[in-house]
């Protein structure tokens, strides 16, 4: 065995110590969020800078968070764009990256086609006048789930996983009278349990966190899904809503902590699921490494 | 055409589907690039597009007269720039030194926590961004530490692309180290071993064992980088900027929607922006992989 | 492969295709509902009305009402269904309203509805300030979004029609040069429609007298007392918010001591256009070395309302432009909750040299380019003019300026005063804020106002003052302002896609100079961009405009 030299370790604890300082920077935002959320309101916004540990204790922020109308409509537009945005990005999805990984005249030129749209889009614009004015889908869920049916990238990852299964495997299910449905159904999939739960996870964030196309086409309050009334409250600023009836003096107060409360409410079931299912959305990249 | 009436039916079950998968690819991807000829019309939508009539090359000769030319291409190539600079080798970095920890625990901790914001979606995240450097926010504070004065930062337009740039390094560092790290764990450990016989020490192993490993997946992705110079995502940017920050934030696809959609409602003038930077990147794209593939012989077609 | 693994992952399975098709069948569903609905617009309107409101009584008519909703009501109520007001006009009316209300404000408002006009999605009625609509009114007629309201106005609406006749100055606002009327009035007309002045500068007067100041009528004066605050409070003294951008078009500031319009104003009878006179130099030089020294909020072009109204309200600045109502009225209670003595007054417009008399008044014409327009989408055009014109009955213009009798007023010497409910409310509101729940008094919507609610609502002595004194030099307005004009369609785009290019170069031209990242002598570049950019045709419409609004 080689012993390690001093010039060694010297580098180990250097590395250790800047490990260690991208975990602060990366994590004190979301304590910061955390404790301001349960401050006192008015301590808060006299104080300036780099927070220990909550001023105070104060759960008002949450109670009015909570008790927000929008908040819970958010959520629950949020929720039915991301089950039936999923599922409708799974079925596309598995279908076609499947069907893409048998072999049939026009597969690559289908192929070619799709990853033509990688590098060259029709942009903004048009894209907006299809879905708005003659798909006329304007302030309906149809735009936020449809239009986002398939992503390429992920498309290309499950057709990699599915390439990955034993050709062996599949001839014998034909033999044994299976069609192509059946052997997606009953064989491909079953193996493919991983990569449909990075596919899940992939497009579920995705439709979580998406907000740009609601902006662009929903007008009904009622529809906004939760990033929209999130970007209300955090980057316009406007808290109105949970203010009802304040006089002017409490506003400002309790604007602030209402701002990091609502926050943690929007970020916690991704905080949450995320130490879980870390290890999931690694595995994506990988599979789509491999290939690229 | 014989031929593909046979494979149609032997594959019936394939076409059907892959069916639904190209109808998609048809209606949204290539429709739009379709209807991108509005950039050559005067497009209304009364008219529709085949309606409405031509008008050469108007549209672009509008946006290249326009004083906001040069301030979006500059805009959008300097963000670019100092995304390649500062936001391309950080992830390189993390990943050499995340392989150089020993202690598997105390790499997967570094892990999780690095890939985290990641998940974090843009609007919180540029929430997060515009209370901290408020005036009273905590960027300021520390300003205020070192001798500088408190201002709200993203109120002037001489911060916006740092701040961009940087919190876009924060949200973006541990979750692109990802794929460098796989690329590092395809090298063989042997190297590494007999290096050490040699008497290599662990920068010497890091320059001419770890490094040499990345270069293709390097190559990949600075292709794709140099493809996508004239694409700045403008997601974040319209969350960000004002109009104090314009002159220093608004990049081609901001500028695009805002003329297009936000403000007003000139359809053909900002197909014409779009269509130009579309072909731009595609132009690059095609640029960098021919030199890359020369050079290296790395590419991605 | 473990054969429990294999049925566990059949269920899932099973589980996503179940909802794939619930998916499907979803939005098949949603399909032809939209399909519908874009092939005959109206449909969308009603429908979403139906949805939205289920308890409509049998037999009224259901229409959807779009309208940004004012500050003091968004701070109290979702929705104007839930005012009282509105709930009793539609008893009197049998109609049943669903609101629309966009969210934010500003240009977030003015781009929900681009969206929604060029989606061709309407509701029934649009009550919005048209000077935010590119194009105005005409251009929306001539888009067939909204329809002519001059024969309905003639069969349904009788108290419209008779404030029209009888004075005919107001006619001329409300009609278009050809005679139309497109939209349905917001007016401030007769016995009781003199008040026109709303707004002003406000300072802190408890620090005037303190430092032993003079309140300012002069910039020279301005600058000294705002000086003097700076040094010895420590503060940035006069604040604004970007929605008022100095030296914009939109910007309620010290322009007008120099002479100018915020934008295009009267010159005799010839129409100028400020940034282009030689005295908007003059005018940016001062701002730039007000805000350089320390005079102006350094945040000025990022706050937003509630941050301004903070600042005010916690003596983090001195001095900004305020409304009689809204801002002294939230202001200074606020205020004089953490310090008692605390005392806001009203400033008279400032000028250049003593005893000059201001003409830059913020005063409104008897109409102000507010009320409500009826989409080609409404089906019940009839109906809706008759719910309109209601607001103007005797009865209704009560019922909108003072809500319900023996709930929110009371009738002495036959004269409304209103009850505690609004005046002292129990829930501790402002009283902007309780009038805002229960009526519509203090914004602008469709019908006409009162004076008289005005002298309830300025409740302090400060703000009675100040009504007073910003109405001093009122008169001189007409003088220098343009009235409502009107465009025609093909001037309306075209003034249109010059303006809209043109105010945004404004917007950051001038806040680069008064900011300092930009020398005073851009301008005069700029000044050539404008021209550049038809600056010289923009003003040769509104000129035109403009004459033909004096043959009317």
Not at chain 2, 133 to 146: A, H, K, P, Q, Y
Not at chain 2, 225 to 241: A, P, T, V
Request: net charge negative.
């Amino acid at each position: 065995m080689i012993k390690r030299t001093v010039s060694d370790r010297l580098f180990d604890w250097t590395n250790a110590a800047l490990m260690l300082l991208l975990i602060v920077v990366t994590l004190y935002p979301f304590y910061h969020v955390i404790m301001a959320s349960l401050s006192d309101s008015n301590r808060l916004i006299a104080h300036q800078g780099l927070l220990a540990g909550p001023l105070g204790f104060n759960l008002e922020a949450y109670e009015r968070v909570l008790a927000n109308p929008n908040i819970f409509s958010g959520y629950r537009n949020t929720l039915f764009i991301l089950v039936f945005g999923t599922a409708l990005n799974l079925l596309l999805t598995a279908m076609g990256a499947y069907g893409l990984s048998r072999k049939f005249m026009l597969r690559k030129p289908i192929m070619i086609g799709i990853i033509f749209t990688m590098y060259f889009t029709g942009g903004l614009i048009p894209t907006y006048l299809l879905v708005n004015n003659w798909l006329g889908w304007g302030n309906s869920m149809l735009a936020l789930i449809v239009p986002a049916a398939i992503s390429t990238w992920n498309l290309i990852i499950m057709r990699t996983s599915f390439e990955a299964i034993p050709e062996s495997l599949i001839e014998s299910a034909k033999i044994d009278g299976s069609g192509e449905f059946g052997i997606l159904l009953r064989i491909v999939l079953p193996l493919s349990m991983p990569v449909i739960a990075v596919m899940i996870l992939y497009y579920g964030v995705g439709h979580w966190n998406s907000w740009f196309n609601a902006m662009l086409f929903i007008r009904d309050r009622e529809l906004f899904p939760l990033q929209l009334i999130l970007r209300e409250i955090l980057v316009q600023n406007d808290t109105s809503a949970m203010q009802l009836g304040d006089a002017m003096g409490d506003q400002q107060g309790i604007r602030e902590s209402i701002k990091y409360a609502t926050i943690m409410v929007a970020t916690l079931p991704i905080l949450f699921v995320y130490p879980f299912l870390q290890r999931f959305f690694v595995k994506g990249v990988m599979i789509g490494a491999v290939k690229e | 055409m014989q031929k593909l009436m046979q494979d149609l039916s032997r594959n019936k079950a394939i076409y059907l589907m892959v069916l639904p998968m190209v109808l998609y690819y048809v209606i949204f991807k290539y429709f739009p690039m379709y209807g991108s000829i509005i950039a050559f019309k005067d497009f209304s939508v009364s008219k529709g597009i085949l309606g409405s009539p031509w008008t050469g090359l108007e549209n672009f000769q509008a946006f290249f007269d326009s004083i906001y030319f040069w301030r979006v291409i500059r805009n959008t190539l300097l963000i670019s720039v100092y995304q390649l600079v500062f936001g391309f080798p950080a992830p390189i970095i993390l990943a050499i030194l995340l392989n150089e920890i020993r202690k598997k625990t105390f790499k997967s901790i570094v892990q999780t926590v690095s890939y985290l914001p990641h998940f974090i979606s843009l609007v919180v995240i540029c929430g997060l961004i515009l209370d901290f450097t408020s005036r009273d926010g905590i960027v300021s504070t520390i300003i205020e530490w070192l001798g500088g004065e408190r201002s709200t930062l993203l109120g002037s337009a001489d911060n916006f692309r740092s701040i961009f740039v940087t919190s876009g390094i924060w949200q973006e560092l541990g979750w692109s180290s990802i794929i460098f790290l796989a690329a590092l764990s395809g090298i063989n450990p042997e190297l590494y071993e007999a290096a050490r016989v040699d008497g290599a020490g662990r920068f010497r192993q890091m320059w001419s064992i770890t490094l040499p490993g990345l270069v293709p997946i390097i190559m990949i992705l600075l292709i794709l980088r140099i493809g996508g110079m004239m694409d700045i995502g403008f997601e974040k940017i319209i969350l960000l900027y004002n109009p104090n920050t314009y002159e220093t934030a608004d990049v081609i696809s901001s500028f695009v929607y805002r003329k297009g959609i936000a403000e007003g409602q000139d359809y053909s003038f900002t197909s014409a922006v779009g269509l130009f930077q579309a072909v731009i990147n595609f132009v690059l794209l095609i640029g960098a992989n021919w030199f890359s593939r020369r050079v290296s012989g790395n590419r991605l077609w | 492969m473990g054969k429990q693994f294999r049925n566990k992952s059949i269920l899932l399975l099973a589980i996503i295709m179940v909802f794939s098709v619930m998916a499907a069948a979803c939005s098949g569903n949603e399909g032809s509902n939209k399909g519908n609905n874009a092939s005959d617009a109206n449909a969308s309107g009603t429908n979403a009305a139906a949805n939205k409101e289920s308890e409509a009584p049998a037999g009224a008519t259901e229409l959807s009402l779009w309208t940004p909703l004012n500050p003091n009501a968004s701070a109290i109520v979702k929705s104007l269904s839930d005012v009282l007001m509105v709930q009793e006009w539609e008893k009197k009316t049998n109609v049943k309203f669903s609101f629309e209300h966009p969210t934010g404000a500003g240009a977030d408002v003015v781009q929900q509805f681009g969206v929604m006009v060029a989606s061709n999605d309407l509701p029934d009625i649009i009550v919005w300030g048209t000077n935010n609509i590119q194009g105005g009114p005409s251009k929306l007629f001539q888009d067939g979004t909204i329809i002519k309201l001059n024969e309905l106005i003639d069969e349904h609406a009788p108290n419209l029609k008779k404030i029209l006749d009888e004075n005919p100055d107001v006619a001329r606002q409300v009609k278009a040069d050809n005679g139309d009327i497109y939209v349905f009035p917001h007016l401030r007309v007769g016995e009781y429609g003199k008040y026109k002045t709303f707004a002003g500068q406000v300072i802190r007067q408890d620090w005037l007298d303190e430092l032993g100041l003079q309140q300012p009528e002069t910039i020279d004066e301005w600058e000294n007392v705002l000086r003097t605050i700076k040094e010895k409070k420590g503060i940035a003294p006069y604040t604004s918010e970007k929605g008022t951008l100095l030296g914009t078009k939109s910007s309620y500031d010290f322009m007008g001591a120099y002479g100018l319009g915020k934008e295009f104003y009267l010159n005799g009878s010839s129409v100028v256009y400020s940034p282009l006179q030689p005295e908007f130099k003059t005018y940016l030089a001062k701002m730039q070395q007000w805000y350089k020294e320390g005079l102006i909020d350094p945040d000025y072009a990022t706050n937003d309302g509630k941050a301004k109204d903070a600042k005010m309200s916690s003596g983090k600045a001195a001095a900004s432009f305020g409304y009689i109502g809204g801002s002294i009225g939230t202001w200074l209670p606020a205020l004089q909750q953490s310090e008692p003595n605390a005392m806001l007054s009203a400033v008279q417009y400032p000028v250049l040299n003593k005893g000059d008399e201001p003409r830059f008044t913020e005063t409104s014409w008897a109409y102000a380019n507010q009320g409500a327009m009826l989409t080609s989408a409404n089906e019940n055009p009839a109906e809706t003019i008759k719910a309109l014109d209601y607001l103007l009955s005797e009865e209704g213009h009560m019922l909108k300026n003072f809500g319900v009798e023996g709930t929110t007023y009371t009738l002495a010497d036959n004269q409304p005063v209103y009850t505690d409910l609004i005046l002292k409310n129990p829930d501790g509101l402002p009283i902007g804020q309780a009038m805002a729940k229960y009526f519509i008094a203090n914004y602008a919507f469709v019908g006409t106002d009162d004076d008289r609610y005005n002298e309830q609502y300025y409740a302090l002595d400060t703000q009675k003052e100040a009504a007073k004194k910003y109405a001093e030099f009122a008169d001189n307005a007409a003088t220098v302002l343009i009235p409502p004009v009107s465009l025609t369609p093909e001037e309306a785009d075209e003034f249109g896609k010059i303006m809209t290019d043109i105010n945004t170069y404004r917007d950051e031209i001038v806040t680069q100079i008064i900011m300092g990242s930009a020398s005073v002598d851009d301008i005069d570049g700029a000044v050539e961009q404008f021209k550049k950019m038809g600056i010289e045709r923009a003003i040769e419409i509104q000129q035109a405009a403009y004459d033909r609004f004096n043959k009317r």
